[in-house]
């Protein structure tokens, strides 16, 4: 997950400001190993470069991964994590982190942590797939795989992920902050606010039929491994639970298109009615839109461009649905 968890950019239902992030270095992952779990200490220990947001992460040896939450929040998911993903990994057709040890407070770290093992292959956002197509079809099954998981005693959408799950109200302070940003920007006539508000009412206009499955919570590039071309596991399951999976959805518009982004929703089959699709594009939009707001603020022209790709994407899809 990025930056844009529940607070950038406005305020919606129990969300605050994006937390400031607690430092971690090699030596602190050290000290606690050595603390904590001796066994390990010995074990050689260097940062991952593309760590994500909500977790410090440490490769650890050669088979090992540690991962610190970043501030307080994020650290709601660990307890989580432990419980519930070694039942979803017996489930699920491609591996996902299991824990193998779980951390506490210590050397000055204030937050329960974890270790788990490394997962063979490198993000997509990294990693293109070699056949976009086949890669939609066997990361739908995995989400159709997901979604058949009983629901019983599952987490409901909460602080633990930044509402994920619930309802898209949640974030409507935060697309309307940022359509207000942009309205008052030259944008070469790409961006179409009145239009892209339109999007994101019929988002909310959109019921959901409130039958929970599980969900996975952050479906983005950087969270699907790619190893031979073809999707190898999925990970940084911290904002999964129970509820309306369509925020999953979001994928068919940041990394799918055309071909691949129609398999995709046919592979999921009837879970996708028209309702769902609305609100997986209204997903999708609330992020990109926030992000891009930002990233302008910011200077960030690289960021975006990116996201700019995504409410592109968003748009045209809605102008021209397959």
């Known amino acids: 997950m990025t930056g844009t968890n529940g607070g950038a950019g406005g305020e919606g239902a129990g969300i605050g400001p994006v937390p400031e992030r607690f430092p971690a270095d090699e030596g602190l992952v050290r000290r606690l190993l ?8 010995a074990l050689p220990v260097r940062r991952v470069a593309d760590e994500g947001w909500d977790n410090r ?3 650890l040896g050669e088979e090992l991964v540690v991962r610190l939450p970043s501030a307080a929040p994020y650290a709601l998911a660990v307890a989580k994590e432990h419980r519930w993903l070694p039942v979803l990994a ?3 057709p491609q591996p996902v982190p299991v824990p193998l040890a779980g951390g506490g407070p210590g ?3 204030p937050h329960p942590w974890s270790v788990y093992r490394w997962l063979p292959g490198e993000p997509a956002s990294r990693s293109a797939p070699a056949d976009p197509t086949r890669f939609a079809v066997d990361l739908a099954a995995f989400l159709a795989a997901l979604r058949e998981v009983d629901p019983a005693g599952g987490p409901a959408p909460g602080r633990h992920n930044w509402f994920r799950g619930g309802p898209l109200t949640t974030y409507d302070g935060q697309v309307r902050d940022a359509l207000r940003a942009l309205e008052g920007r030259p944008t070469g006539g790409w961006l179409d606010v009145g239009e892209a508000e339109r999007i994101w009412r019929a988002a909310l206009d959109a019921a ?13 590039p950087g969270n699907l ?3 031979g071309g073809a999707l190898a596991g999925v990970i940084d399951f911290g904002t999964c639970g129970v509820g309306d999976p369509a925020c999953d959805l979001a994928i068919a518009w940041t990394l799918f298109s055309g071909d691949s982004r129609a398999a995709f929703r046919a592979r999921l089959g009837g879970a996708v009615a028209e309702g769902a699709w609305a609100r997986g594009r209204g997903w999708a939009l609330w992020k990109a839109l926030v992000d891009h707001a930002s990233a302008l603020a910011g200077g960030d022209e690289r960021a975006a461009a990116g996201t700019r790709g995504v409410i592109e994407a968003v748009v045209d899809e809605h102008r021209h649905p397959a």
């Open 57 to 59: 992460t440490f490769r």
């Open 225 to 227: 491994l790619v190893e």
């Open 208 to 220: 959901w039929d409130g039958r929970p499955a599980w969900f996975h919570g952050d479906v983005a």
């Open 107 to 109: 050397e000055g770290y």
């Open 90 to 92: 017996r489930r699920l």
């Open 34 to 41: 050595a603390a904590q779990f001796p066994a390990w200490a």
